[in-house]
């Protein structure tokens, strides 16, 4: 069997798109700055996400931070960090890459979450 090579984290797929919310922090210049704005969770892994919402950030390459608020199985969640790239998905729908910036607490209880959110979903499968 061959070593991986794999530098970056698995990436969970939703199969089932989970609610989220974005928040561009209060401060920041641009649409949707200090308020909630309803999207779904694409896809995760414990470095970055993909969503998909009807805020248009006017995305310009890395300089945009972003909070992102979901529950998997427990709490909610608000993970801090940037929007990577960024599309059109569709009529008045956009598509974000957003890289997570977790502080090592943040990272082991998205990696718990995550845990049990496979679990579950195994269960039921």
């Not at 920041?28 to 969770?41: D, F, M, Q, R, S």
């Amino acid at each position: 069997m061959e070593d991986s090579t794999r530098k970056e984290p698995f990436r969970y797929v939703m199969n089932q798109p989970i609610e989220c919310w974005l928040e561009v922090p209060p401060g920041n210049a641009g649409p949707g700055a200090g308020k909630l704005t309803e999207g779904v969770l694409l896809d995760l892994s414990r470095s970055g996400c993909k969503v998909r919402t009807s805020l248009n950030l006017r995305f310009s390459a890395g300089d945009t931070p972003l909070v992102i608020h979901f529950r998997l199985t427990g709490d909610m969640l608000k993970l801090t960090g940037s929007v990577r790239w960024g599309w059109m998905f569709g009529l008045g729908q956009y598509q974000y890459g957003i890289r997570l910036d977790l502080e090592p607490i943040e990272e082991t209880r998205l990696l718990n979450e995550l845990e049990l959110w496979m679990h579950s979903r195994q269960a039921l499968g």
